[in-house]
């Protein structure tokens, strides 16, 4: 049932929690991209029959676990970004890059304050604008993480509808 | 099979659907507690990534002792040699007053001093989540790791497990924004909370009166009530005292003794059993 598609798009997920994981220099720390969400957005856009909300669920509550976070807090998050993203993929897959990272900017703003708002229940929010920063630095990326999925896609599985 | 149509009414009720799933877990998780084990079942799918991503370091350290000269390791020898001779003369004369003081104890019929197990943990170098103080150490519970176990080490107390799986645990440092941890000044024995501020190196003490005896530069250390954190371990040093006449409280904030963003090496400790004289005899 894993055809080329999926496995190479589980192989990119899997490097993407490596990298949300891997320790970066403090100064840093509050750029971090948010490396699993790019990834599934690009995986949703490009194969929306195999990757969708209930793969972006599961990862979110993988998210959860190595954040320490509330189960369900980033998997609610980033559910809702994929729902959009899957719901409008064929709009998005015509527009430019740059009109889908200021798409991305937004969907990503959207989950961070999702985040925020159960963390601030809980009693432990962040009080600096800083937070918001992984979106910024994540929709910068977003053109190198697009062209560098879609090269791996067509050098490794070639038949998508796309 | 490739349909033409993917966006149906099923994506729509799915999403709703895991929307409330996502509610429903939350609100396990964080009345209940319920969700450990699915927790620890994929925090075993992580510890994977995690000690691959700790690998590099791992070498590193590897490579840094094992091709460290002859010279340098012979001096480091004879360095801890000093070093242990000296903390055993020291040692000599604290057996002989911890023994007392349980005679002591006995003749008063105070309740007997807990004794307390350690064992070493290797902090595992991922980052978790830069607005949260949170480590992941190697232990878990099968080494006997359980939840809101205190961790230590060489300088200080560093934080309680708040998560154990069975090869990894997720440690909340006393420096977390919800973190708190009951400690009294060494010098004149006020009790005290000192909570976590989100900051590395700032700890705060709320609802100290303004008449209290509190000096920068005092000891915190843990008081032992609560029973989650064995008692007399060093915490903390106060750093800033405020009194300011429109403030119901002092503001005193403290730096924590432990160097919780450099050390490598964590300790457990286990401190149920009640301990007699018998006990420290044994050890010896």
Redesign the interface.
């Known amino acids: 049932m894993m055809n080329a598609n999926t496995r190479i798009a589980v192989i990119t997920i899997i490097g993407a929690f490596m990298l949300s994981m891997m320790p970066l220099p403090d100064w840093a720390q509050d750029f971090r991209p948010d490396w699993v969400t790019l990834v599934l957005i690009y995986w949703t856009m490009a194969l929306p029959a195999s990757i969708g909300v209930t793969i972006a669920w599961c990862a979110g509550l993988m998210l959860d676990v190595s954040h320490g976070a509330l189960l369900g807090q980033h998997a609610l998050g980033l559910m809702l970004v994929i729902y959009i993203i899957h719901v409008q993929h064929q709009r998005l897959r015509v527009a430019s890059l740059v009109q889908q990272a200021i798409l991305i900017l937004f969907l990503l703003l959207m989950k961070q304050a999702i985040v925020l708002w159960v963390s601030g229940i809980m009693g432990h929010a962040p009080d600096s604008w800083l937070y918001f920063m992984p979106s910024l630095s994540s929709a910068l990326l977003w053109p190198w993480v697009y062209i560098i999925l879609r090269d791996l896609r067509r050098k490794f599985a070639l038949k998508t509808h796309y | 099979m490739?349909?033409l149509f993917?966006?149906g009414p099923s994506?729509?009720l799915?999403?709703l659907t895991?929307?409330i799933?996502?509610?429903?877990?939350?609100t396990?998780?964080?009345r209940w507690g319920q969700?450990e084990n699915?927790?620890n079942a994929?925090?075993s799918?992580?510890y994977p990534?995690?000690y691959?991503?700790d690998l590099p370091?791992r070498l590193y350290h590897w490579a840094d002792e094992t091709l460290s000269t002859h010279q340098t390791l012979l001096e480091n020898n004879r360095r801890l040699e000093d070093l242990y001779l000296e903390n055993r003369v020291r040692l000599q004369k604290l057996d002989i007053l911890e023994k007392e003081n349980l005679r002591l104890r006995e003749l008063l019929r105070a309740t007997p001093k807990v004794a307390e197990e350690v064992l070493i943990a290797e902090i595992i170098?991922?980052?978790?989540?830069?607005?949260?103080q949170?480590i992941i150490i190697n232990k878990g519970s099968d080494d006997k790791v359980y939840i809101s176990q205190p961790i230590i080490e060489a300088q200080g107390v560093i934080g309680q497990t708040?998560?154990v799986s069975s090869t990894s645990s997720?440690v909340?440092l006393i420096t977390?924004?919800?973190h708190a941890i009951p400690v009294q000044i060494d010098r004149t024995g006020l009790r005290a909370v000192a909570f976590g501020t989100?900051k590395i190196d700032q700890l705060d003490l709320r609802h100290i009166p303004h008449n209290a005896d509190i000096r920068k530069g005092d000891t915190l250390i843990t008081s032992g009530l609560g029973g989650r954190f064995p008692a007399n371990y060093p915490v903390a040093v106060i750093t800033h005292i405020e009194r300011s006449p429109d403030e119901a409280f002092v503001t005193v904030t403290a730096e924590p003794l432990a160097l919780l963003d450099r050390s490598r090496e964590v300790l457990l400790v286990w401190h149920n059993q009640p301990q007699t004289t018998q006990d420290i005899d044994d050890e010896r």
């Open positions: 490739q349909t993917l966006q994506v729509t799915r999403a895991l929307v799933a996502s509610i429903g877990l939350m396990l998780d964080h969700m699915v927790r994929m925090s799918v992580l990534l995690q691959t991503i370091i170098n991922v980052d978790v989540d830069p607005y949260r949170l708040v998560h997720t909340m977390d924004a919800s989100g």
